[in-house]
């Protein structure tokens, strides 16, 4: 068949066979189809949608492109879950819901992506722990999981090939906000990497790639039912976006908030509030814990206890990274050499922010991608980053920028200052977490 054919009937309007979706697959998997020829067929999907069993058969014909990882013969003593979020600013819950959950008795095998469009990648964030092997053959990623109860790579090459090749031309032809293509992508990671339950994370508001919670219960939806099919049982939470995940969004700088997180340190109220309940939801659905009150105070205890940050060290220094990670982070991570405070121009509450403008900041320093083959510079970003209904004055910044260049930092600020809006009074407070989903 022709692959011209199959765009047409697309473009058209019409639904694939599984008989089209598969060669489709193939062309991806194996690069007989052009990128341009990829791009319009994505397109051609983000205008007119697929249907259910289109999605579907996407689904398990990208998990079935490459290796399928197999944990029944592992003598594993807990269930096998993982957790994927729809991304944002400053989402760096990957660090801590996989050795929460693990410290609680699961093994997460946990396959992310890189940065998507505005949003930051789990992969390149972990990269910025030198030494660390975000890419380990199969052998050592199940060993790391069997040994230590989770492991944090990238897609490697074997793993739902097609998706991996789809992803980044996504990333860079502005289609990423397809619902049944996102379905198809983490789906597909998920069922390749053998789990047996799953917890999604999806966001709407002004970072995310769904605007409203209505939106974003579409997708969780659509996930639940099409993960269904291949008997992965999951849950979703839908989470508000509409600011900074956290104090921090980068790389380095996310892997350092992180950190106190695990150590107890520091745990941002909403940050805080996303990772407890996504780490009980997995308890849940893997029958670990029947009650959500019960599985909270177990999940708390991993973090107070110190158990999960030393399920993180582990886990780093198993796939290569420096054992003294969580005591001395300071001493491995990159530093920018350019910091620069930016305040509002007048004080007062802050009543909005425009998180998708925050995104693009980090982009422009340098942390996020424009095209597909951009290296990042690990140590950009922002910390200290103002939330909704916090006050801003002279002494207070909007955010502090980690730049490389005065002039990066400069063009930055400039955005930072655009994406805030300052009121004379507090707003109205909202809740971090809208709704629960599952498939009972």
Same mark, same amino acid.
């Given at each position: ?25 193939? $062309? ?67 660090? &801590? ?18 940065? &998507? ?15 660390? #092997? ?96 291949? #008997? ?29 997180? &695990? ?36 999940? #708390? ?21 420096? $054992? ?117």
């Amino acid at each position: 068949m022709l692959f011209t054919d199959i765009i047409r009937k697309k473009r058209d309007g019409g639904e694939l066979t599984p008989e089209e979706v598969a060669f489709f697959v193939d $062309g991806l998997a194996d690069g007989s189809i052009p990128a341009e020829q990829v791009a319009a067929l994505a397109m051609a999907v983000f205008l007119n949608s697929m249907s259910a069993e289109e999605a579907g058969c996407l689904t398990l014909a990208m998990a079935a492109s490459g290796s399928v990882l197999e944990w029944q013969d592992e003598g594993l003593d807990g269930p096998v879950v993982d957790k994927h979020s729809t991304g944002g600013v400053g989402d760096k819950v990957s660090f &801590l819901v996989a050795p929460i959950a693990a410290a609680c008795g699961c093994y997460v095998p946990m396959i992310s992506g890189r940065g &998507l469009g505005h949003t930051g990648g789990t992969t390149d964030k972990v990269e910025s722990i030198p030494g660390y #092997n975000a890419t380990p053959d199969f052998a050592l990623f199940k060993k790391v999981v069997k040994s230590v109860g989770c492991a944090i790579i990238g897609q490697t090459a074997d793993l739902a090939p097609a998706d991996r090749r789809l992803y980044a031309i996504r990333d860079v032809t502005a289609t990423v906000e397809s619902i049944p293509l996102i379905t198809a992508s983490i789906l597909s990671k998920k069922i390749a990497a053998g789990t047996q339950a799953m917890v999604m994370d999806v966001k709407f508001g002004t970072g995310a790639f769904m605007s409203g919670a209505d939106r974003a219960e579409e997708l969780a939806k659509s996930i639940i039912a099409t993960a269904a099919k291949a #008997n992965l049982k999951t849950h979703a939470l839908i989470t508000d976006m509409n600011e900074c995940l956290g104090h921090t969004a980068g790389n380095a700088v996310e892997i350092a908030e992180s950190i106190e997180y &695990l150590k107890n340190n520091h745990r941002e109220s909403r940050l805080d509030e996303v990772v407890m309940s996504l780490c009980v939801e997995m308890l849940i659905a893997t029958n670990l814990e029947t009650d959500r009150a019960s599985a909270r105070t177990k999940v #708390n205890e991993a973090v107070t206890s110190g158990k999960a940050a030393e399920v993180f060290a582990r886990m780093v220094h198993a796939l290569g990274g420096p $054992g003294d990670i969580v005591d001395n982070y300071e001493k491995h991570l990159p530093t920018a050499p350019v910091t620069q405070a930016v305040f509002a121009a007048e004080a007062g509450y802050v009543a909005a922010v425009d998180a998708f403008a925050l995104g693009n900041a980090i982009i422009e320093l340098g942390g996020g991608r424009r095209t597909m083959g951009d290296e990042l510079d690990l140590s950009a970003g922002l910390t200290n980053v103002a939330p909704i209904g916090s006050t801003v004055d002279k002494g207070h910044p909007l955010a502090v920028i980690q730049a490389s260049s005065d002039e990066t930092a400069r063009v930055a600020a400039a955005m930072i200052r655009e994406a805030y809006e300052i009121s004379e009074s507090p707003p109205a407070e909202r809740p971090v977490i809208y709704n629960i989903l599952t498939a009972d």
